[in-house]
């Protein structure tokens, strides 16, 4: 049942993650080659700042994909903490529709401010972020429109949340990443078209804001047709706001919000303060290695965060058997991918950068070796912290947030004295003290998981499931042959 459920969303899921790489692979070295420089850092530091409209979101993506995955799975109610979770009588009924879209409504007014959020927090603390990169730059004109249209954008991305995220809820992940896949081929062909037309910034932001809308509209129909299908009614009828289901999510949510923040700056605050030297050149060489780096730990987590709406489904039933399989197969195959990928992009990413001729390089072995080690921690405990925040109780607050402000601040003290380097070490250290092993003991203790069994069972069930495919693999050509 395990290894059946992994695969169409996780199909679906490196689909669309392939897709987006192919961007890496089609459209950012005609970017390195077409842009200067410095057009190369603003480039990659306004999207990187993008993130920024995520904070917006105080958590409510996340937040509804549980809420909507309990509802589905037949709950009345969702859990507030961690007592209110283990003492949930499990539910195997069909879903219940009347929550469901009392939920969706209750999300419509709620995005409509975070759309505005965000827009504010991009119009106030974007410019100042970025204004380093755009002198270096110029400060031309285009690039600010360019910065406008950004905001734009992450507006419409922030509505999109409420949709997209309903969609996950409900167990129809392959559907989103198809969506996601199909207007990433749109958007790589364009940018393709534009760039080799000897268009810059402004012109691949117009197109990306365009795309957004597409993919809004879409989500929204989807949704709509869904409800009018299982439940016999739009899910555009009514704005009403129902005060127990966001009374229930708002604990979860706010913690999760500021745990955002924490992770945003633990993530990218490095970046942000590279983006504030002089060097234009090694601004570009760190943030092309840190974009690498990104999409690289986006397609690993696959395995496991496309198949997050069932993982909750399992928690919501109390079906900790399968959860540990499931989730020691997904782990197992995350980080395999992970390392090995990492492998690849250090023994040759220079070498292939050097043989298209293009100028940018990926920073130097030891700050790569160091970066390496700092996203695999990453993405272990974060996969932890995921299995975790499925019962809806939310304890990384002050660890996630005060680790960031840490970061930010012991980061810009260090970087004067000890560059780059200092930077990094500050990174890995912070991560240590809390961070890298906090959420692992409390999933582990949640799923009644011993460390040593967890030691073992990791490779155990990646294993197991890898011989699985294998033989349905070989059947499948034996039949075919035959």
């Not at 809420?67 to 499990?90: M, R, W």
């Not at 782990?331 to 950068?353: D, E, K």
């Not at 995921?386 to 960031?404: C, E, K, R």
């Not at 409390?442 to 011993?450: A, D, F, H, V």
Request: proline share 3%.
């Amino acid at each position: 049942m395990i290894t059946r459920a992994l695969n169409q969303p996780v199909l679906m899921t490196w689909m669309s993650h392939f897709v987006q790489f192919g961007s890496a692979i089609f459209v950012l070295p005609l970017i390195l080659i077409r842009f200067s420089t410095e057009e190369i850092a603003v480039w990659f530091l306004f999207n990187m700042i993008i993130g920024i409209a995520v904070l917006a979101g105080s958590g409510f993506g996340a937040t509804t994909v549980r809420a909507v995955s309990y509802f589905f799975s037949g709950a009345d109610s969702l859990p507030t903490n961690i007592v209110e979770f283990k003492n949930q009588k499990a539910k195997t009924g069909k879903p219940n529709y009347q929550k469901l879209y009392l939920l969706l409504s209750t999300l419509g007014r709620v995005y409509v401010l975070l759309s505005l959020l965000a827009i504010a927090l991009l119009a106030t603390i974007g410019p100042l972020i970025v204004s380093n990169v755009v002198a270096l730059a110029g400060n031309r004109t285009d690039l600010w429109v360019a910065f406008g249209v950004l905001i734009l954008s992450s507006a419409v991305r922030m509505q999109s949340v409420r949709w997209s995220s309903f969609i996950q809820g409900i167990d129809q992940v392959a559907l989103i990443r198809r969506l996601e896949s199909f207007i990433s081929v749109i958007r790589i062909c364009i940018y393709f078209i534009l760039l080799t037309l000897g268009y810059k910034i402004l012109a691949l932001f117009i197109a990306d804001l365009l795309l957004s809308i597409i993919t809004l509209l879409y989500a929204r129909h989807f949704v709509d047709s869904w409800f009018a299908k299982n439940a016999g009614k739009s899910s555009m009828r009514t704005t009403r706001f129902d005060k127990e289901i966001f009374g229930s999510m708002w604990p979860a949510t706010w913690r999760f919000g500021l745990i955002m923040l924490g992770a945003y700056l633990i993530n990218y605050a490095i970046s942000l303060l590279v983006a504030q030297l002089d060097d234009a050149a090694l601004i570009a060489s760190f943030l092309f290695t840190v974009n690498i780096l990104f999409m690289i730990r986006m397609i690993s987590q696959a395995p496991l965060y496309a198949n997050l709406p069932r993982l909750v489904q399992m928690m919501a039933k109390h079906d900790f058997n399968n959860l540990r399989r499931y989730a020691g197969t997904g782990i197992f195959a995350v980080m395999s991918l992970l390392v090995s990928s990492l492998l690849v992009v250090g023994l040759f990413g220079n070498t292939i950068l050097e043989f298209f001729n293009i100028g940018t390089r990926l920073v130097g072995n030891e700050i790569f070796v160091l970066l390496s080690i700092w996203i695999i921690l990453e993405v272990h405990h974060a996969a932890h912290a995921q299995i975790y925040m499925t019962s809806n109780h939310i304890p990384f607050l002050l660890p996630a947030v005060l680790s960031g402000i840490a970061i930010v601040g012991i980061g810009y003290i260090v970087m004067q004295s000890y560059g780059l380097l200092g930077l990094i070490l500050v990174q890995l250290v912070v991560q240590a003290c809390c961070n890298n092993w906090y959420p692992v003991m409390l999933s582990l203790r949640l799923l009644q998981w011993p460390f040593k069994q967890y030691i073992f069972d990791v490779p155990k069930f990646g294993i197991q499931y890898l011989a699985w495919r294998g033989l349905a693999i070989r059947s499948f050509l034996g039949s075919k042959l035959a």
